[in-house]
């Protein structure tokens, strides 16, 4: 009798051995398939994956740009309000800034364009008479 219980505990030990083995290959089988199949399905779902960033970012863009032109059209309205309402004020307060800047230039050394004009013209008759002289 000990000798059939001794041997039902090797052959079940036997059985289980081989049951785990078993298991063991079918899970190492599953990981290799999911590996496979994450390698050619990968590629796909990547260009998948990219296609669809692209068309979110194009939606994106065109949304970003119809915001944009519609706060430049609220500006644009907002500046023509306030150009009516202040009647012109808007660019005598111009003027007197650009002529308070020319005369702070002026002060500090700082050519004009008129100056820098006038001085063009001076060359540009000064580079004909030269001319003129050579010529002779």
């Known amino acids: 009798m000990a000798k059939n219980t001794a041997k039902k505990i090797e052959e079940s030990t036997a059985g289980f051995a081989a049951d785990v083995k078993k298991y063991a290959h079918q899970i190492w ?3 290799l398939g999911a590996y496979a199949k994450a390698g050619k399905e990968g590629a796909d779902y990547f260009k998948t994956l990219v296609s669809e960033g692209e068309a979110v970012e194009k939606q994106g863009k065109e ?3 119809g915001q944009v032109e519609a706060a430049n059209s609220r500006i644009e309205s907002f500046k023509e309000k306030v ?3 202040t009647g012109g004020r ?3 307060v111009e003027e007197v800034f650009d002529e ?3 005369s ?3 002060r500090m050394g700082i050519p004009s364009k008129k100056d820098i004009d006038q001085l063009s013209a ?3 008759d000064l ?3 030269l001319k003129s002289l050579q010529s002779k």
């Open 29 to 31: 089988l599953a990981g």
């Open 100 to 102: 308070r800047v020319a």
């Open 127 to 129: 580079s004909a008479a």
């Open 122 to 124: 001076k060359l540009d």
């Open 90 to 92: 808007f660019s005598k």
């Open 83 to 85: 150009q009516e309402k």
């Open 104 to 106: 702070t230039l002026g």
């Open 63 to 65: 949304l970003v740009a």
